[in-house]
Structure formats: structure tokens, C-alpha cells
């Protein structure tokens, strides 16, 4: 098998690169990567120094390939399937990066610092970064409200990598900072991401690892 993808089920940024991967059913090796684990951390940083997953490594071609977006557009161009990820038209190219830079940026990484702030022992809270985070994530669920009003998907009603990005920045900010009582457009988008097939299927494989995700 040419594709291995190391990941772990529960990280939501691996579950961008594996709704991408069964969207169009592209064969690859699952390599989980358990992080607590000395040995397995080590061998992970030996394929990719900054130890952050996903991490995609395509040995017919002897490349590895970093970061979400980037496994995505490699896959769109590489190893095409039913669904292009990335639009042809340059236009709506732009603007499907666009959005997965939005996703990633503005949602994603506020809700992460959400969640990741309740692992912190007491007295080594960021509370003054939670609250900025949570503000910024309150900006950006307003902009979709908008923006997804009438919208099947995030960018002209054709599934594309922004609704990849979407999906698990969304499912876990619900998490983080629940939104479906205020903001009901996004609540419908979520349902529907977490309905698509591809993404269903990553996060029936993440429903063993939940009890690990912190609570409030």
C-alpha cells in the first residue's frame, strides 16, 4: 500500500484528512500514533520532526506530507476520486481555501484552546485566553449563521475541503462552547456534515476514545 496516514481517531484535525480519504474511498494503511506512548512518539518523530499528526507518507512517490490542508490538496492532485475537493475553477478554488483557512483559523484552533485549557492543573488556567477564544469563536459561529442561511455546503453547494475543515472544527466546538440553542443555520450544517457518510464513518471509529475529550 502506497498511503500510510499517521493519526489518532479522536484528533480533529485527522478527522479532516480522513473524511477527504473516504470521500472518495483512496486505499491507505491507518498508522494510529498514541503520543503518551514514549516509543511510539519517538518513531513518529523520526517521519516528522515536529511530532503534530496527521501526517500522510506516500512511499511510491517518497514523500511525506505535513498539515491538513496540504494532505488534502496532495490527494485532490494525486489521487483523485468521485469528489473533487478542490474546484476546478480557479475562483471558487480561492474561495474553498478561503474557507478552510476561516474554518481552521477562526473556529478550529479557538475551540482547541478552549478544550485543551481544562487539561491544565489548577492554578495554570489561561483564563484570560479562554475568554478571548471564546469571544473570537462567538464571531466567527455568527459569520456562518449568516453565511450558511439557505447553504447546503460551505462553498457553492458542491462538497469541497472547506466542509472537511468544517465538520470536525464544528462537531468539537459544540463541545467546547455548545451554539445549537443560538445558532440554528450552524446547527443545521453540523447535522449534515456529521450525516455525510464520510464523516459518519471517521467518527464512529472516534466514538471509543470520547470519554476522553475534557469536561468543562
Known amino acids: 500500500m502506497s498511503l500510510t496516514l499517521y493519526f489518532h481517531p479522536l484528533s480533529s484535525f485527522c478527522h479532516k484528512v480522513l473524511i477527504s480519504l473516504y470521500e472518495n474511498d483512496t486505499p491507505f494503511v491507518p498508522h494510529l500514533v498514541n ?10 518523530k523520526k517521519i516528522w520532526p515536529i511530532g503534530k499528526f496527521p501526517v500522510l507518507r506516500d512511499d511510491d ?16 492532485q494525486h489521487y483523485p476520486g468521485r469528489t473533487r475537493l478542490i474546484p476546478h475553477d480557479v475562483e471558487k478554488a480561492r474561495e474553498t481555501r478561503m474557507a478552510d483557512r476561516f474554518y481552521d483559523l477562526h473556529v478550529h484552533h479557538m475551540m482547541q484552546k478552549i478544550i485543551s485549557d481544562r487539561l491544565r492543573p489548577q492554578g495554570q488556567k489561561d483564563l484570560f485566553g479562554v475568554d478571548d477564544a471564546k469571544k473570537r469563536l462567538w464571531v466567527a459561529l455568527e459569520m456562518i449563521e449568516s453565511d450558511m442561511a439557505g447553504k447546503r455546503w460551505a462553498v457553492d453547494d458542491t462538497f469541497s475541503m472547506a466542509d472537511c475543515a468544517a465538520a470536525p472544527a464544528l462537531f468539537y466546538a459544540d463541545v467546547a462552547m455548545p451554539f445549537r440553542a443560538t445558532h440554528k443555520a450552524v446547527a443545521g450544517y453540523l447535522d449534515r456534515l456529521m450525516e455525510r457518510p464520510s464523516y459518519a464513518r471517521a467518527l464512529k471509529e472516534a466514538e471509543p476514545y470520547f470519554a476522553m475529550i475534557p469536561k468543562p
Open 35 to 44: 503520543l503518551q506512548d514514549e516509543a511510539a512518539a519517538t518513531a513518529f
Open 61 to 76: 512517490k517518497n514523500r511525506t506530507v505535513a498539515e491538513s490542508s496540504i494532505i488534502i490538496e496532495y490527494l485532490d
